[in-house]
């Protein structure tokens, strides 16, 4: 997938929706900018709701979830 | 009498209109149409209007013949609903939650939506937001940039003022317009199509 440079952003899929909901609720006490979106249909067709967030903030949002959720897969999107 | 109509380039459900407007005054009718849709409505009037539906394919044109069966009289009453698929639609958010059940899950599922209208194909020609709706036109909802981007889009935003005064939070709104009910229920009564999550 090719990206234009301010367009590229990455993805993290969760294990469940509960798993998502509990992400949200961690990322929401930190100032870290981020979106719910559902699972891009290129990604997978299964119904569901990921975390999308700027390239960059990747570590913060592995550092900030460590122990608390676990994330399936962080994939590349924009 | 008869009657021929150019309705060619003309938007659904205008074709069938002006079909149905000249049944009173003409027992043939020649029309000229360009999209199969056109053709289906105006064969379903005649079907229900007592006339004889006969066409023929001329180029990327249907050239279509009408003829009032006998003994029939045309009513130009009866109820006919024109059937177009490229209707625009109204959204309405009457709640911040999509769905009744667990509220968190109601939530996620209501931010997810508002994302995925900005993507729609047929894009909505209105969103209108209501009771706890309202809340996801607040500032610091999750979903600002997608309300942002329907607005760039052209979709317009009504958000009811009754509401954003109950939730008090008229500061915290960016984009949209604050509306009343007298548009709210205008805007429902004259959607083509309404979208309710």
Same mark, same amino acid.
């Not at chain 2, 899950?105 to 209105?126: C, D, Q, S, Y």
């Given at each position: 997938m090719i990206c234009e440079d301010e367009d590229e952003h990455f993805v993290a899929l969760f294990f469940s929706v509960s798993h998502v909901m509990k992400a949200e609720k961690i990322l929401q006490k930190s100032d870290i900018p981020f979106k719910m979106i559902p699972v891009p249909k290129t990604i997978s067709t299964d119904c569901g709701v990921c975390i999308k967030f700027e390239m960059q903030l990747v570590e913060r949002i592995r550092s900030l979830l460590d122990g608390a959720v676990e994330i399936k897969e962080i994939i590349r999107y924009c | 009498m008869k009657t021929i109509i150019d309705a060619r380039g003309l938007a659904c459900p205008q074709p069938v209109i002006l079909v149905k407007n000249n049944m009173k005054d003409f027992s043939e009718i020649e029309v000229l149409v360009d999209n199969e849709t056109a053709l289906e409505n105006i064969k379903r009037l005649a079907g229900s209007s007592g006339y004889n539906f006969s066409y023929e394919k001329s180029g990327d044109s249907f050239r279509i013949n009408l003829i009032r069966e006998n003994n029939q009289t045309s009513s130009g &009453?009866?109820?006919?609903?024109?059937?177009?698929?490229?209707?625009?639609?109204? /959204?309405?958010?009457?709640? #911040?939650?999509?769905?009744?059940? #667990?509220? #968190? %899950?109601?939530? %996620? %599922?209501?931010?997810?939506?508002?994302?995925? /209208?900005?993507? %729609?194909?047929?894009?909505? &020609?209105?969103?209108?937001f209501y009771n706890s709706g309202v809340l996801l036109t607040a500032d610091g909802s999750g979903v600002n940039d997608d309300i942002d981007l329907l607005a760039e889009k052209g979709c317009e935003i009504l958000i009811c003022g009754t509401c954003v005064n109950y939730y008090n939070i008229k500061d915290k709104i960016k984009t949209g317009t604050i509306s009343n009910m007298y548009d709210i229920a205008n805007s429902m009564n004259s959607a083509g199509r309404i979208m309710k999550p």
């Open positions: - | &009453e009866e109820a006919f609903s024109p059937s177009c698929p490229g209707v625009k639609s109204v /959204v309405v958010i009457s709640s #911040d939650m999509m769905g009744n059940g #667990d509220v #968190d %899950l109601g939530r %996620l %599922l209501m931010k997810a939506f508002i994302h995925t /209208v900005t993507t %729609l194909e047929n894009f909505p &020609e209105k969103i209108i």
